[in-house]
Every structure is written in structure tokens, then in C-alpha cells.
């Protein structure tokens, strides 16, 4: 079946600082990936839609410069949250989608910003 | 506007039978998708409706009443690793799938 990686899977990090997670599929070329936030005991909040080569798509209330989405290639897509806080710590998952229907999840990254 | 419902949590008994219910509003609609989600896990794919009816794999379940909006998922012969949050997520017409919070299962020996 698909697999799709994230690294890191757990994150510690000052605030102020900026953090990189990077989200691959490791057996196939995903055309749309999405990154996903997930607070304690709430269901999935999607933060946007990243297509290969183009600028991604926020949902409305997402900063865009603060969470920075690049899509280099069809199997990579990075989230950097920048200038980090501690209202940031959240659950993080990606997920990438071929064609139109499966998406296939990350493990998730745990970021805790201190 | 669209939105998903499921009941927040439910309990069961080991052994047991328990059906996660969940009505969904999209634009346009795409499927009716059933996820699992261990504590601190991603979620993971359980089934998929389009059509009317019942879909059944394994001890897992899934039915779609397109005219009425309604889904359930049923999972029998419980297992103590069966303990999860379920999801429901409706897919709409732009292919996105929109999230219900999730059924928090607690199952009991």
C-alpha cells in the first residue's frame, strides 16, 4: 500500500524559533498533498492544499507566512512554522492524494514549542 | 454550509457489537469516508461509501443512506485494540474531505 513518511515525528523547540517538517510518499507520486492540525481530543483542522510546483492554498484563518508550505516535488511537501509560540503546539499530519478520492496519512509530528 | 455529526463518545463491551452513527451535509458529495485514530496516531483508513448500502470487511462495516445523509459504522466481535476515535469525513464536490469531530470508543472488558 502507500506510505507516507514525516520527519520529525516529535519536535521540542524555543519560542521564537522556526520548524521544519517535511512530509514524503515514499511509493508513489502524490499529486495533491494537505497538511492537517489536530489539537487534543478535536478532529482534523485542514490548514491547506499543496499541488506540486504551485503555491498552496490556505483555509481561511491560516497565516500563510507563518505557516510556510513548499511543494517541491511530487513526493515532498515541507511545513515550516515560523517564529513559533506556544499556542502553535499542536499535532501536525500530512497526507497525499492520488488521483481523486484516497488520501494516505503521515504518522503525524508532535510539536511543542516551550 | 457543511458539517459532519457524530456523537462524541460511545462505550462497549468486549465481544460486543456497537454502531458509530453519523449524519453529514457537503456541497455536492463525493463519498462518505470512515476513519481510525489511535491516541497521538494519524488516521487510518477504515472504508468508503458512494453508493447506497452496506459495505462489509472483516468485523468492520460501513452503510450510506445518500437520501437521508446518514452513515454508520458498525464493528462487531469487539477487541480491547479496537479503544479509538473514529472518524466520519464527507467528501464534496471538490473533493475535499470535510472532518466530524470523531467517536471517541471506550471499550470495556
Known amino acids: 500500500g502507500a506510505v507516507v513518511s514525516q520527519h520529525p515525528s516529535r519536535v521540542i523547540c524555543k519560542s521564537g524559533t522556526s520548524v521544519k517538517i517535511e512530509c514524503r510518499s515514499l511509493?508513489?507520486?502524490?499529486?495533491?498533498m494537505f497538511w492537517y492540525r489536530q489539537f487534543p481530543k478535536k478532529s482534523l483542522m485542514l490548514m491547506a492544499t499543496?499541488?506540486?510546483?504551485?503555491?498552496?492554498?490556505?483555509e481561511q484563518g491560516v497565516e500563510k507566512d507563518k505557516f510556510l508550505i513548499n511543494h517541491a516535488s511530487l513526493t515532498l511537501s515541507t511545513l515550516t512554522v515560523t517564529s513559533a509560540h506556544p499556542e502553535d503546539s499542536s499535532f501536525y499530519i500530512c497526507s497525499a492524494r492520488v488521483g481523486d478520492l484516497e488520501q494516505y496519512f503521515g504518522p503525524g509530528t508532535r510539536l511543542t514549542v516551550t | 454550509g457543511q458539517n459532519i455529526d457524530q456523537p462524541t463518545e460511545m462505550t462497549a463491551t468486549e465481544g460486543a457489537i456497537v454502531q458509530i452513527n453519523c449524519t453529514y451535509q457537503?456541497?455536492?458529495?463525493?463519498?462518505l469516508f470512515w476513519y481510525q485514530q489511535h491516541a497521538g496516531e494519524a488516521p487510518t483508513f477504515l472504508s468508503y461509501n458512494v453508493l447506497d448500502g452496506l459495505e462489509e470487511k472483516g468485523r468492520f462495516s460501513s452503510f450510506l443512506s445518500r437520501s437521508k445523509g446518514y452513515s454508520y459504522l458498525l464493528l462487531k466481535e469487539l477487541q480491547m485494540k479496537d479503544s479509538a476515535s473514529y472518524l466520519c469525513?464527507?467528501?464534496?464536490?471538490?473533493?475535499?474531505?470535510?472532518w466530524g469531530a470523531g467517536t471517541k470508543l471506550i471499550i470495556k472488558p
Open positions: 511509493d508513489f507520486q502524490a499529486t495533491t
Open positions: 457537503t456541497s455536492g458529495f463525493n463519498g
Open positions: 499543496s499541488n506540486e510546483g504551485s503555491k498552496a492554498t490556505y
Open positions: 469525513a464527507g467528501m464534496d464536490s471538490n473533493y475535499q474531505l470535510i
